[in-house]
């Protein structure tokens, strides 16, 4: 978490790094701040709250300086306050570093720190950066020059454990900047005389569409017009720029009032450009860069489907296509779990990973402990470049174009379009069923034109928002597939309008959580599964029974007088209907948090990319 900005050119760099970070504030907005070379120095600015707060901090406007570093907090280590904001700066002021990941043994660093004579004003993790990167400055009487800026900077990360990505300048570089990374996001924007740094690339697109990828502990002393590179021991190694075909606008809000709203209306495009070529009706599924064959695909014993949250929820929709299309058993686990239940993994299994950012710490941690079992790994991101598809040894894309909102949602429909697609490709190779994959083909080249016949339910949607956005608890019930849409929708709720909801299998309710179904209770029904439709209304008709107030979402014929409020969708292939179905869900929780006035592109205690553990 956490999003970190650095410029260093001919401009003032004060407005470019306070703009940067408010397009990284999805990755934390608890606090800010920013640290620039002035001619007499380092200065700092940083204050608690959002980005926006730093414009009215005095003397901000006075900044001369054309370099500079930026930092936007989503607190871990002490709470959001001035002194915890970043940057932080050595004892001598000598130093000042922003810093995005946590430092798991800052207590130990300083403890030697303290022993040494330095004091600390923070409750921070990332304070010890700078006095470290100083101690180890001041001890050497060997180097000069940027080697003895570099060898410092890489004595104290070499000490660090966990994760780091890290801004350094320094008074007696008034002309340059270190940054280094490892296991947190960073990459360097090249300009033409100024090189920009940013956790992320939308951040900086405006400015440059030319971007330098950083691996773990490369190491790179910038100036003006120059990026050097170095590698883990501080030898210098070459790198090439990648072109990143994005454009700045598709980071902005295009007229809507929400990055969300936005996202959401994007999706029948996303949908289409992740589709893009892969296949036509009569042609076989292709994927750049797969190689699978079907002795390999036939040797496999698992899959494991690896993702958190929203990612998650999209791989139990592909667990259930690639079971029933290729008869592989599939798990889906949550990546945080992952990697400490000791999984069953060896040369015959294949692990996915699915993260839009590619950066969540907990996904990266178990895509590293597969490979090490010995596992074949593929990764799918929306982000080129980023670290899952660095870390994979297959890589495929979603096409749904820079994703701001935290609520993830042209992102999630784009992931079940691309695993239903990849499950046909394992399909049509293993030689299985080529009749039906030709019609689910079709079936989902029509997925985008059923999308935008969802989004026309708005209206109704919001009617029935204003009726229930005061309401406490909310449940998402549905059987197959339809479990795996009613948590997404159920996550959706709770995480932008702070409603306490719970999703589950519908015949699982009766087992005790109908305990909790009493009079005006709203439980919202989805209904896709043709062969559960008579079962799954049973168990609605059980909580009517009990008083609730229902929403359903379906594309089969039901009784609609049972109902308070049906939403009907396009009628699709099961395997599928998750895209069109969960767009109603997540117009409803947009619509429910508006309702109650919260912030939906920025909800509280969350970020939209998790890169801690
Ligand atoms: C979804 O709305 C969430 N904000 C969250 O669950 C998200 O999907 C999760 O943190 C995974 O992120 P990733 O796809 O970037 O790995």
């Not at 773990?216 to 190694?237: C, P, Q």
């Not at 670290?387 to 820079?402: F, L, M, Q, V």
């Not at 992931?415 to 019609?439: C, M």
């Not at 209907?577 to 109650?596: N, R, W």
């Amino acid at each position: 978490m956490c999003g970190i900005v650095g410029y260093i050119g001919k401009q003032k760099a004060s407005p470019i790094l306070i703009n940067g970070l408010m397009r990284l504030e999805y990755r934390g907005y608890d606090s800010a701040g920013i640290s620039t070379i002035e001619a007499d120095g380092l200065s700092i600015m940083k204050d608690k709250g959002r980005v926006k707060n730093l414009y009215n901090l005095e003397g901000i406007n006075d900044l001369k300086g054309t370099i500079g570093i930026a930092h936007t907090r989503w607190a871990t280590h002490g709470k959001p306050s001035k002194e915890n904001a970043h940057p932080h700066q050595d004892n001598s002021k000598s130093f000042s570093v922003v810093h995005n990941g946590i430092i798991e043994n800052y207590n130990e660093l300083k403890k030697f720190l303290i022993d040494n004579g330095y004091k600390f004003y923070s409750e921070t993790d990332t304070e010890i950066v700078p006095n470290l990167i100083h101690y180890y400055y001041t001890n050497n009487n060997n180097e000069s020059g940027k080697m003895k800026f570099l060898t410092a900077v890489k004595k104290a990360c070499s000490d660090l454990k966990g994760s780091f990505a890290l801004e350094i300048i320094c008074k007696d570089f008034p002309d340059n900047m270190v940054v280094v990374r490892k296991d947190s996001p960073l990459v360097i924007g090249k300009g033409i005389d100024e090189n920009y740094i940013s956790s992320d690339i939308p951040a900086i697109l405006s400015f440059t569409r030319n971007f330098y990828l950083l691996n773990d502990f490369e190491y790179v002393f910038l100036s003006r017009d120059s990026a050097e590179f170095y590698d883990k021991d501080l030898n210098k190694i070459d790198k090439e720029t990648k072109s990143i075909e994005w454009d700045a606008t598709s980071s902005e809000k295009n007229g809507y009032d929400d990055f969300m709203l936005k996202e959401i209306h994007e999706q029948p495009t996303a949908i289409r450009e992740t589709i893009g070529a892969k296949f036509n009706e009569n042609s076989k599924c292709e994927f750049d860069g797969l190689d699978f064959s079907k002795d390999y695909l036939s040797s496999l014993n698992r899959i494991y489907i690896v993702a958190c949250g929203t990612a998650m929820h999209a791989g139990l929709v592909g667990k259930n296509v690639i079971e029933k299309l290729c008869r592989i058993p599939t798990e889906v686990d949550i990546a945080s779990e992952f990697r400490y239940r000791d999984p069953l993994i060896d040369d015959k299994t294949l692990c996915i990973f699915i993260s839009q950012s590619g950066e969540t710490a907990d996904t990266i941690a178990a895509l590293k402990l597969s490979k090490e079992k010995g596992a074949k790994t593929l990764a799918i991101s929306n982000v080129i470049g980023s670290s899952i598809t660095r870390e994979a040894d297959y890589s495929i894309y979603t096409h749904a174009g820079p994703e701001i909102a935290v609520a993830s949602t042209k992102a999630y429909t784009s992931q079940v379009v691309l695993l239903v697609i990849l499950a046909i490709y394992f399909a049509e190779i293993l030689e299985s069923d080529s009749e039906n994959l030709v019609k689910l083909k079709k079936e989902i080249l029509e997925l985008p034109k059923q999308v935008e016949q969802c989004l026309q339910l708005k209206d109704k949607i919001k009617e029935f928002a204003k009726r229930i956005y005061q309401e406490k608890d909310v449940f998402f019930i549905g059987r197959g597939v339809d479990e795996a849409i009613a948590k997404e929708g159920c996550l959706k709720l709770k995480e932008i309008s702070y409603i306490h909801s719970e999703s589950y299998a519908a015949g699982e309710l009766k087992h005790g959580a109908i305990a909790l179904i009493e009079k005006g209770v709203t439980v919202v029904g989805v209904i896709t599964e043709p062969t559960l439709v008579e079962k799954t209304i049973s168990n609605i008709q059980e909580v009517i029974t009990r008083g609730a107030k229902t929403l359903i979402v379906t594309n089969q014929k039901v009784d609609k007088s049972m109902f308070d409020t049906v939403l009907e969708i396009p009628e699709t292939n099961p395997f599928i209907s998750p895209v069109i179905a969960t767009v109603p869900l997540q117009l409803l929780a947009y619509y429910i948090s508006k309702e109650k006035g919260l912030d939906v592109d920025k909800p509280r205690n969350l970020a939209k990319s998790v890169t801690v553990e």
